[in-house]
């Protein structure tokens, strides 16, 4: 499998939040970093910087299967939402060879009537994919 192209690359990636005291604190913050930046100054921070991820780097082959494994608030979701496109990094990019598609978010569209591998076969036909397709990446 090493010879196989590489379909997910992630190089140097971060993801930061600023954490403010209050609303206000946020909106003051947003209102005077809009004002530095139409007067071209430098935009300052006034929250507390919280690193989700820092400086995270991978790489997956095709064919290759990975596991996300991490205690509670490691960044495994961040990651995920990184991988997926519904965030943007801070920092460092990501590349990816083909599509990314969540099988089984937490929370999303799971039934929890159903066991975790009909929740993925259901919530695969809802993105499109084929039962065969499915059968194959299960």
């Given amino acids: 499998m090493s010879s196989d192209p590489i379909a997910l690359k992630?190089?140097?990636?971060?993801k930061h939040y600023e954490?403010?005291?209050s609303p206000q604190q946020r909106l003051k913050a947003?209102?005077?970093n809009q004002a530095a930046s139409m007067l071209g100054r430098r935009r300052e921070s006034s929250g507390r910087r919280f690193s989700a991820l820092d400086d995270v780097s991978f790489s997956i082959r095709k064919g290759e299967?990975?596991?996300i494994i991490g205690r509670n608030g490691s960044g495994k979701s961040t990651l995920l939402q990184l991988?997926?496109?519904?965030?943007?990094p801070s920092a460092g990019q990501i590349l990816v060879d083909g599509r990314v598609a969540?099988?089984?978010?937490?929370?999303?569209g799971f039934n929890p009537e159903f066991t975790g591998?009909?929740?993925?076969f259901f919530n695969g036909s809802l993105l499109?994919?084929?039962e065969d397709r499915l059968r194959e990446k299960y």
């Fill in 10 to 14: 992630v190089d140097g990636v971060s």
């Fill in 19 to 21: 954490i403010y005291a």
């Fill in 30 to 32: 947003a209102l005077f």
């Fill in 65 to 67: 299967t990975v596991g």
């Fill in 83 to 88: 991988l997926s496109g519904t965030l943007s």
């Fill in 102 to 108: 969540p099988l089984l978010e937490l929370g999303a």
């Fill in 117 to 120: 591998r009909e929740n993925v």
């Fill in 128 to 130: 499109g994919l084929s």
